[in-house]
């Protein structure tokens, strides 16, 4: 069964500092999505993509954070200076259309120290 | 996208059927029901969903109420392995899946 694969699985990372955590979304899907779980909280979204572009956006997608699909294949995110607030699961998840289900990734495990 | 009530915690027996319920009370006609599951320490995992008629898949059965407004998730036989969070999550495909606090369901064997 395809996949949604995410690396890497975890990373540590000093305050400040650069991130970008990748995504291989599922080769026929359209619809590109960013979520993130702060431990013991909610699945919140960040950030949906579609046709290389943002569709939509959340609160937490502040000027800090920035997607990209470099290639055709990759879909990143990327934290420009992170913050110990920013320590949570990263979740890449792909649809092929709109309402069809979302397939996620396994998440990287992002600490900020 | 419209709101939906979940029991925060469920739990049954191996090898029993499951039955989750969902309350959406102001779910609106283009809503369409999706259900996803969260095993410990993984990502979301799409599990079924439908808009009017029930619906059955390898994973589970979903039964739609007849006005719309609850829905439940049926799990034919839990095994260990359905020990999950369980969101229960309406959207009409404008926006992203919005995930609530779900169900945890713990499964005893």
């Known amino acids: 069964e395809p996949e949604v694969t995410q690396t890497p699985s975890h990373q540590v990372t000093q305050m400040g500092q650069e991130v970008i955590l990748r995504c291989v979304p599922i080769?026929?899907?359209?619809?590109f999505y960013w979520y993130r779980q702060i431990l013991g909280q909610k699945v919140e979204f960040l950030v949906s993509?579609?046709?290389?572009?943002?569709?939509?956006k959340s609160e937490i997608f502040d000027d800090q954070f920035s997607v990209e699909r470099p290639d055709g294949s990759n879909f990143t995110l990327k934290i420009r200076s992170t913050k110990l607030e920013d320590s949570a699961m990263y979740f890449c998840?792909?649809?092929?259309?709109?309402?069809?289900?979302?397939?996620f990734g396994s998440g990287t495990r992002l600490t900020v120290v | 996208d419209a709101k939906t009530t979940q029991p925060n915690s469920m739990e049954s027996n191996e090898e029993e059927p499951v039955h989750l319920p969902c309350n959406h009370s102001?779910?609106?006609?283009?809503?369409?029901i999706h259900w996803y599951r969260q095993l410990p320490s993984q990502g979301p995992e799409y599990v079924i969903h439908?808009?009017?008629s029930n619906v059955n898949n390898r994973m589970a059965s979903l039964a739609i109420a007849e006005d719309r407004k609850s829905s439940t998730l049926i799990l034919h036989r839990a095994t260990l392995r359905d020990a999950a969070v369980y969101y229960c999550?309406?959207?009409?495909?404008?926006?992203?899946?919005?995930f609530g606090k779900g169900t945890r369901l713990s499964v005893i064997a």
């Open positions: 439908g808009l009017t």
């Open positions: 993509f579609y046709n290389n572009e943002i569709s939509e």
């Open positions: 080769s026929n899907h359209l619809y």
């Open positions: 998840a792909s649809s092929r259309r709109v309402l069809y289900g979302y397939t």
């Open positions: 102001t779910i609106s006609g283009t809503d369409y």
């Open positions: 999550i309406l959207n009409s495909g404008n926006t992203p899946l919005v």
